[in-house]
């Protein structure tokens, strides 16, 4: 059984002008249909839950609670619940959870940190969990050597990609062992990268497996000199390529990068103090586009601020003042206590310190030249700040559209903490959550119309629900599908875009 509500509505001229400045010049009639799962489920209070969706036609919401057993409830393409199954594996507070999805199945990997226990359940899309365990334990003896670092697991292709970073204190340097297994966790491929790295002066950002490559980004400090640093491996010919920049004496704040299939090439970005830096690199990591930086972006009190990146790779990238974090260990909480709501799982990049062994031989290509910037003095250090800026980027990463919320609204107001960045059919868009009073809340589409305008669509969903904003996920390229809480209960929502 399921309810289906379709909901038409007007957006109040007043209302859209006095919220967002520059999203559009009239008033549109918007079209939803939103479906929720009549059987909901009520639940001990979970520390977090996990949406896998498409397993085999069904949906699986996992809830984890400390120190008590995990659940995975079952969902069919009607979001009615089928079956609510017990998994007897307890789960401590700062426990690592990751989920692999596949066709037919999913891995759900465990791990307990700074332990050597490592846990792998392969779970159907009935519900039916088979441990693996016993066959990860092998592949960590002879991969990994029983270190005590969280595993980096997804899917590339038909095969499990599993990482682990190794950290040899004689040398100063970190092997990335990338490991590449069939669905019975036979190995592939195995390979080895190393790059030179200082425990107390640098931080490992991202690691990224492409597929034929390793892509890595770090920070570190060199004589007071700030460095960002991306390397590419190459995994089937060993070459390596190398590409720095230098930001002087000012910190690169929440650095990222995002990979392009279409084109194979890398989009870099941070903050700098209160500016944007951005830039493009193509496949041997040379500036395809040169650095752009964006000093305006945090003006008329903005403390937030969402970009759209170009056509060929869409996606909204989100950027804030401050949290530059510090060298060697990813920032804490980002594992099981987090309720998977962090944009980049860091805890995954950690790098095990205490297994130290020789090293292996690696080949490495020549250091990059360094190239040095200063974004300026326009540093917004406000605490009060509390506006949300939106941007569509041209090619060159340059602005091309910006509309600024005030959200000094305490009625209404749009929370930035939480949101949703996903593709359908080749369009992307950002979902928020909207705060009204009473406890009551609602979420906002943000997204490019037919006429290249930025656009805003709200999505009247229950307001009395709480919405886990970030495990939204798009299901058969035309809806998303995100789980919510009321009381102690726990339950789907579906919204087909039109």
Sequence with gaps: MRRKLLVIF???????????????????????????????FRAPIANAVRLVTGIAGKHHILSFTSNKNVFVNVYNDALQLLSRKEVAI???????VNVVPFKSFYFLYIHQQRSSKHELLKIDAEGNATSFTGLLAP?????????TTT?????????????????????????SVVVETDEQLNIVRLREVFFQFKQ?????????????????????????????QVIKANLNTGDIFFKAFSSGINVYSNPAFSYVAVDSSIIIYSMVRSTVFITKLNYALKEKVPVTLLKNQFTKNTAFNFLLLPEQSPKWLRLFVGGAGGPGFSPPGTGFRAGFNSEFNNSRYNIDFRYLRD?????????GGVRTYFPGSNYNNSSAA???????????????????????????????????????????????????????????MVYMDSNGELATKEIR????????????QVVNNKSVILPYTYKRELGLVRITLQ
Excluded: W
């Design 151 to 175: 595993l980096q697991m997804e899917k590339i292709g038909n095969r499990l990609s599993i990482i682990g970073n190794l950290y040899y204190e004689d040398i100063e340097k970190v092997c």
């Design 139 to 147: 592949l960590i003896d002879s991969a990994f050597r029983k270190h």
């Design 10 to 40: 007007f957006i109040g001229l007043a209302k859209i002008l006095s919220l967002i400045a520059g999203f559009g010049d009239g008033v549109k009639v918007y079209g939803q249909t939103i479906e929720y799962s009549r059987q909901n």
């Design 461 to 472: 969903v229950y307001e009395k629900h709480e919405y886990l904003l970030q495990q939204l």
């Design 386 to 444: 509390s506006g949300i800026r939106f941007n569509v980027l041209h090619p060159d990463f340059t602005i091309s559209k910006d509309s600024v919320v005030a959200n000094d609204d305490s009625k209404y107001n749009i929370n930035p903490a939480a949101f949703a960045n996903v593709v359908v059919q080749g369009k992307s868009y950002l979902f928020l959550m909207q705060q009204f009073g009473n406890n009551r809340q609602g979420l906002l």
């Design 200 to 228: 107390r002066e640098e931080y490992l950002r991202q690691v990224v497996h492409t597929g034929n490559d390793l892509i890595i980004m770090k920070t570190s400090t060199d004589s007071g000199n700030h460095l960002l």
């Design 90 to 96: 307890r789960l401590h507070e700062n426990d690592d």
């Design 359 to 367: 090293y292996g031989q690696s080949r490495q290509g020549a250091m």
